[in-house]
Structures are given as C-alpha cells and as structure tokens.
C-alpha cells in the first residue's frame, strides 16, 4: 500500500468511525482489515450505511502502565477497561483450562495417587498349555488350547514359524518313503511334493548326464565326419546345452583312436 492509499483510508477512518483519530497513538489499533477498508470505500460512495459499523471502543479510557512485576506487583496505575480486564484475568476462574501448583510434577513411579498405575505382578504361566494363569483368566488346559497358545507366541518372534516349518518339512522328507509328504493343519492334512529336485520325465538318453566319448564316435561313423568336422558338430552341442554336455577330452581320444586305426 503507497502513501496515497493510505492517506485516503485514513481520511476515511476520521470521517466515517473516528473522528480524532490519531495514527500516532499507541492505544489505538494501527491496522484496519480488509472488509473493514471495503466497507469504507462503499460508505463513502454511498452504497453503504455508516451505521453498519459497531460503536466505537473508547480507547482513551486504557491506561498505558507497566505490567505488574515482582518487584512492582501492584503499579502505581492500573488501567480497568474490559479489555485489559481480561488480560489480567485468571483465565480459571473464567472456567477456561485446568490450574497446576507452581511446582514440578510428581514422579509416576513414585507417586502414591490414585492416578499412578500399580507395580506390575508377575505372569504366571501353565506348563502344560502355556495359558497364563492369573484372576479372571480362563483356564481350559487342553490340547487345543496348548496348540493354539505355542502358535501365537512363536507366531510373535521373528522367523521362528519360518525355522519350524522348514524342520518339520525336513524331517518329514527323510521319515516319508513316497513322493509327497503330509502336514497337519487344523482342518484336514495338507499333502505336499517332496523339497529337491525333480525326477527327469525326459525320454533323452543323456538329459542329465554328458555325452561319452563312445557315443560320440558312433554320431562321427554315422554321419561319416571327419575329425575337424566332428569339432566343429560339437561345438555348436555345447554352445546349445552348455560346456558340460559333452566328455571332457573327448577330441583327443577321438584323434588317438583314429591314429590306433590308421597304424
């Protein structure tokens, strides 16, 4: 806001709320809102009523003193308007908020009131269901209720259901002498495939092994190769099923039974 604007909101102020009005003097507001600068511009071009304003606080009735101290607690003037009033008001007696004794609070632990929380009991456990047993805690001391409480607390440590479930699936594997392996639940059992690998459905003759250097010499008579061919054949083999499809060494036996069988 430039000086002109505020010239004529302040011309404005003096004509239509205040009239003696002073910028100047610390008990009046030095601010006026926006719906208040609106308003003003309307009363003046005659759209609005200046009666829509509220009367005016009288701000000369506030005193302009020093606030009580401990050194001064009562000062030598005390302004009594409404506003300062409320200031000084114990804003508990009003019914507003909670009052507290000028102390430190009290230790929890320590403390002896009705709000502090009893030093815990110690928890005494059943043996044989581990159901805690205690004043108001039912106690079926079953099967099922050991079942189910040693779930909840292993179910609560990390992993535990992990580590107990790979045992027991381990334990099983070696104990079953079939394919699959059974595993109690609280319905029916669970029926499972063995862990480890798979038996091969594959008819090849060599699907999980390496090709011997015999049976590569009967692909060499067959096809009628030569020793430089046969390499060459078998490179491609190992580039399709990997470096360990074929005998190791397998060209150098290769070449030594061709050079028995050219003597």
Known sequence: MDSTDGEKILSRIRTFYILNYDPEDARLPRAVCTRCRN?????????????EFR???????????????????????TCSCAMCQVA?????????GKSFPLSRPSDP???????CLPSPRPIFVCKRCWQPVGKGIKHPCTVVAARENLAATIKGVPHASDIIASDLIKEKSVVSTGSTIKIGTRGSDLSMRKPGPRPSSSKALFSDAQVPTAEVGRFQSTLVLSLKQTEKALTFIRTWKGRDSVETGVMAKLRDEDNVLNR
């Open 39 to 51: 308003l003003l511009l309307k009363i003046e071009k005659g759209v609005r009523d200046p009666q």
């Open 88 to 96: 000084r008001g114990n804003p508990v007696n009003l019914g507003i």
């Open 109 to 115: 632990v320590t403390s002896t009131s009705a709000e």
């Open 55 to 77: 009367e005016p606080f009288d701000f000369s009735k506030i005193v302009l003193s020093p606030p009580p101290t401990r050194l001064n607690p009562q000062p030598e003037y």
